[in-house]
């Protein structure tokens, strides 16, 4: 395992220019953005973008990355699979994939949540979800990459609903990027939290870790769904998920990519200073983890 961090994330922990950032706290991977734009971030700018829809383009992002000393651990996708235009998000998710394999990225980030979600019923919302990925990896079939839904939001969170995917698209090729937080965020028991996180250990393509400090009484009951997120999220290692027993739940299963830095509470704070220091001991913490 190895320690990597969103490219968003190096931003909000005070560094404008990514490559900058990641000098400055000592690692070397990413998960990249990929926007609606078929771009991801020049590590050089405070606000350029690089489009990679062209085998011309990733070609000129696989350059950048080396220039730099950066590679990248997965592209975070922002799916809706309940599009109105799904032909051209199956498109658009196909481009992502086709350079993800060009650049030898393992794994693109899925987004559970999708359009109208709590409205539909559960056995329609599984389907459409079923159907959405099943058309990527039939777009994608010659571009091995996997796919790791993520844990996100209402659905995201529930197990039902995950395992009805998996066992529905029955492909090796889909997984989890499973994040550390949000089974805690979406109300579930610490002690649930942490079975679940060892159920679904061993689908796990990539990793989004963060963590929340909820006052002890409200550690081991069933919560309202993200119940006061913004005032008790944490930097990762001042928080109630203990990221060594989860670290172990992953070697177990024979996880062997990187522990993602994702950091939410970094708003939290009001200087740059302070957040230059947190994210700095988030890393360091997560490096430790890794082995």
């Known amino acids: 395992m190895y320690a990597s961090i969103r490219d968003a994330t190096v931003i909000d922990g005070g560094y404008p220019i ?28 405070t606000d350029g973008w690089i489009s990679i829809a062209t085998p011309e383009g990733v070609a ?17 996708l922002a799916n809706d699979l ?13 481009v992502a994939i086709r350079a993800a394999y060009a650049l030898g990225i393992k794994a693109v980030r899925i987004d559970s ?12 919302r599984v389907q459409k979800f079923v159907d959405g990925i099943k058309a990527i990896i039939a777009e994608t079939s010659d ?9 996100h939001g209402f659905q995201g969170n529930d197990p039902n609903f995950l395992h009805g995917v998996f066992d529905g698209v029955g492909s090796d090729r889909i997984g989890m990027t499973l994040d550390t937080g949000n089974f805690y ?34 550690r081991n009951i069933e919560r309202e769904m993200g119940w006061e997120y913004g005032k008790y999220v944490s930097p990762i290692p001042e928080g109630d998920v203990d990221h060594n027993i989860v670290v172990g739940f992953l070697k177990a299963a024979g996880y062997d990519r990187d522990l993602c ?14 957040k230059n220091r947190i994210v700095k001991a988030d890393v360091d913490y997560l490096k430790q983890l890794a082995g």
């Open 185 to 218: 965020w979406r109300g579930h028991p610490m002690d649930k939290t942490l079975r679940v996180i060892e159920e679904f250990a061993p689908l796990a393509k990539h990793t989004h870790v963060k963590n929340i400090n909820y006052p002890e009484e409200m």
């Open 60 to 76: 000129q992002y696989k350059k950048h990355l080396e220039k730099n000393g950066v590679r990248v651990s997965a592209f975070l």
């Open 261 to 274: 830095c994702e950091d939410e509470s970094l708003g939290k704070f009001e200087t740059v200073a302070e």
């Open 113 to 124: 949540a999708m359009s109208g979600q709590q409205e539909l019923p559960f056995d329609e």
């Open 82 to 94: 309940n599009n109105d235009d799904m032909k051209a998000e199956i498109e658009w998710s196909a």
């Open 18 to 45: 990514v490559a900058e950032g990641l000098k400055a706290l000592g690692v070397d991977a990413i998960e990249a953005e990929f926007n609606d734009e078929c771009a991801v971030r020049d590590l050089n700018t």
């Open 143 to 151: 571009t091995p990459v996997d796919m790791g839904i993520e844990n």
